[in-house]
Antibody, heavy 121, light 108 residues
Framework: EVQLVQSGAEVRKPGESLKISCKASGYDFTKYWIGWVRQMPGKGLEWMGIIYPGDSDTAYSPSFQGQVTISADKSISTAYLQWSRLKASDTAMYYCASQSCTNGVCFFEYWGQGTLVTVSS | DIVMTQSPATLSVSPGERATLSCRAS??????LAWYQQKPGQAPRLLIY???TRATGIPARFSGTGSGTEFTLTISSLQSEDFALYYC??????????FGQGTKLEIK
């Protein structure tokens, strides 16, 4: 059974750094892209970026390029989403999701439970 | 980026009736479209991929049609557990794999 288990809720002040995690199990972590999705309070889903853990190839949405860093540690089947300087506008629920592919195109099939990040002074 | 537009924003339907949700892409995405359901306090769940293929465990009352720029999700006979938010997402042209803004399906 595929499972994605995310780290717990975080509260930080503006300007602080943060790294949240997503631990995968039940499949070969190195062979499927895994990504992150933001959901701001009361809003819709926003695709942030993805990583291929096998070679750490990454792709970001232009909206999030330079604002966050996505990484992975294949030795422990874990993906990460990181901020160097948080802003209040980063307050949101963040989901990780792993992709499945058909005919060379890929969609999010499995989702983590979400990590709530609150940034407030 | 490809813009995905869902309509209506809110749909009010009675249990047992049919619901039809629409999703339009700003340019062709072939059949590379997924639908997700999200209930309050829960992560999204994949319903449909490749525009019309139900994901594992999804009931047959959910069906998807369309290709190119116009897509439809139909729920044939609404059950109480179907009232939720629904999002479409294209994965033909990335990054990013853009989502629509969502349709809230509420009880009439």
């Amino acid at each position: 059974e595929v499972q994605l288990v995310q780290s717990g809720a975080e509260v930080r002040k503006p300007g602080e750094s943060l790294k949240i995690s997503c631990k995968a199990s039940g499949y070969d972590f190195t062979k499927y892209w895994i990504g992150w999705v933001r959901q701001m309070p009361g809003k819709g889903l926003e695709w942030m970026g993805i990583i291929y853990p096998g070679d750490s190839d990454t792709a970001y949405s232009p909206s999030f390029q330079g604002q966050v860093t996505i990484s992975a540690d294949k030795s422990i089947s874990t993906a990460y989403l990181q901020w160097s300087r948080l802003k209040a506008s980063d307050t949101a629920m963040y989901y990780c999701a792993s992709q499945s592919c058909t005919n060379g195109v890929c969609f999010f099939e499995y989702w983590g439970q979400g990590t709530l990040v609150t940034v407030s002074s | 980026d490809i813009v995905m537009t869902q309509s209506p924003a809110t749909l009010s339907v009675s249990p047992g009736e049919r619901a039809t949700l629409s999703c339009r892409a700003s340019q062709s995405v072939s059949s590379d479209l997924a639908w997700y359901q999200q209930k309050p306090g829960q992560a999204p769940r994949l319903l449909i991929y490749d525009a019309s293929t139900r994901a594992t465990g999804i009931p047959a009352r959910f069906s998807g049609t369309g290709s190119g720029t116009e897509f439809t999700l139909t729920i044939s006979s609404l059950q109480s557990e179907d009232f939720a938010l629904y999002y479409c997402q294209q994965y033909n042209n990335w990054p990013p794999n853009t989502f629509g803004q969502g349709t809230k399906l509420e009880i009439k």
